[in-house]
């Protein structure tokens, strides 16, 4: 998912156009040295991807309001108030992304085409 949400925004020049809010969960590794070698890990992704990874090293995230499972990635949209459009939590399946794509081009007030496969 990561991978086709940052190559569309390049392919279209959107990369401006909305902006990404990255958390890693690391509850569970919230200890000597584990949390350490987690943060470490996180930095690398930062890097590879050139955008800031928050860090939630209690879990608060998946709490009230926002609930969201703590096993597992999840991708919000929320509009330009901060109100909640798209919720989904797992893998992505092709279906799913076209879903999220088709939503965040609402959004955006702009079309995102499917990607053509060979």
Do not use: C
């Amino acid at each position: 998912m990561k991978e086709a949400l940052f190559s569309k925004g390049r392919e279209l020049g959107l990369l401006d156009a909305a902006s990404v809010v990255a958390v890693a969960n690391l509850e569970s590794f919230n200890f000597f040295p584990a949390r350490g070698i987690a943060l470490s890990h996180v930095r690398d992704e930062e890097k590879k991807w050139g955008i800031p990874i928050l860090v939630d090293l209690k879990g608060t995230l998946g709490a009230a309001p926002w609930n969201l499972p703590t096993k597992t990635s999840s991708v919000l949209l929320l509009d330009s108030q901060g109100a909640l459009v798209y919720r989904y939590s797992g893998r992505m399946k092709d279906e799913d992304q076209k879903t999220f794509f088709q939503t965040l081009g609402a959004l955006l007030g702009r079309e995102i085409p499917e990607e053509s496969h060979p």
